[in-house]
């Protein structure tokens, strides 16, 4: 699985937007962009995933660029709430994709 | 949703005793389970991963007769940590991939061991 890389800290104020990107230049054309986060002494939670196009869910929106070497998860109105840990991995789909997490952002949302 | 039930949620056990943890997919079919291991205020590391009916594939380093893993159904797997020491003290956490549906990867809440 490609390996992936995320700013370790990030800060958004409360009802604005968070904008949390993800390099991931060694992608397979097979491998989708998958977002989990992870609050404190809990599983991660799964957020989104896409392969090339944009996604979005009632959640979050996903951008992914053209060439798929990066992507941006989007949290339109960031609460308090939303402070965690964000990790974007990329895996193959199916049983084989197994997923390696790397160190993922810590989104600290302020009020 | 999907919904991967680990249980226990926490466990204290004594160091040489053996600690079993299970991970359910209550309401969909896995065959393929992942278990990671998480140090505090680090990432999840992949530990093994566990095939219905076939042997668990292990990462570098994890010691497979440490960690005994059995998916004997397509609901259920289970981890083992075997003679357990104060340095398996860690959050244990399942996934599990839905058979139906290929893109999801669902995870449990995790279990917290400590080791006395």
């Known amino acids: 699985d490609a390996k992936t890389t995320q700013p370790p800290s990030m800060d958004c104020a409360e009802g604005r937007a968070a904008n949390l990107p993800c390099n991931h230049s060694?992608?397979?054309?097979?491998?989708?962009v998958y977002w989990y986060r992870q609050i404190h002494s809990q599983g991660p939670q799964y957020i989104i995933h896409?392969?090339?196009n944009n996604e979005t869910n009632e959640m979050a929106s996903l951008i992914i660029t053209e060439d798929r070497k990066s992507s941006t998860l989007i949290l339109p109105h960031a609460t308090l709430r939303d402070t965690a840990v964000y990790y974007c991995?990329?895996?193959?789909?199916?049983?084989?994709?197994?997923?390696?997490f790397g160190d993922g952002t810590t989104l600290t949302v302020k009020p | 949703g999907a919904v991967v039930s680990q249980h226990p949620s926490w466990v204290i056990c004594k160091s040489g005793t053996s600690v079993k943890i299970e991970c359910r997919s209550l309401?969909?079919?896995?065959?393929?389970m992942f278990w990671y291991r998480q140090f505090p205020k680090q990432s999840l590391m992949l530990m093994a991963t566990?095939?219905?009916?076939?042997?668990?594939?292990?990462e570098q380093g994890v010691e497979k007769d440490k960690f005994l893993i059995n998916h004997a159904s397509l609901t259920l797997s289970t981890l083992t940590v075997t003679s357990a020491h104060p340095e398996d003290s860690s959050f244990y956490i399942c996934?599990?991939?839905?058979?139906?549906?290929?893109?999801?990867?669902?995870f449990g809440n995790g279990t917290r061991l400590t080791v006395t």
């Open positions: 991995i990329v895996r193959v789909a199916g049983g084989a994709g197994k997923s390696t």
């Open positions: 996934s599990a991939q839905d058979r139906g549906r290929v893109l999801s990867l669902h």
């Open positions: 309401d969909f079919q896995a065959t393929t």
């Open positions: 566990s095939n219905e009916g076939s042997k668990a594939t292990y």
């Open positions: 896409g392969l090339k």
């Open positions: 060694t992608i397979s054309g097979n491998e989708y």
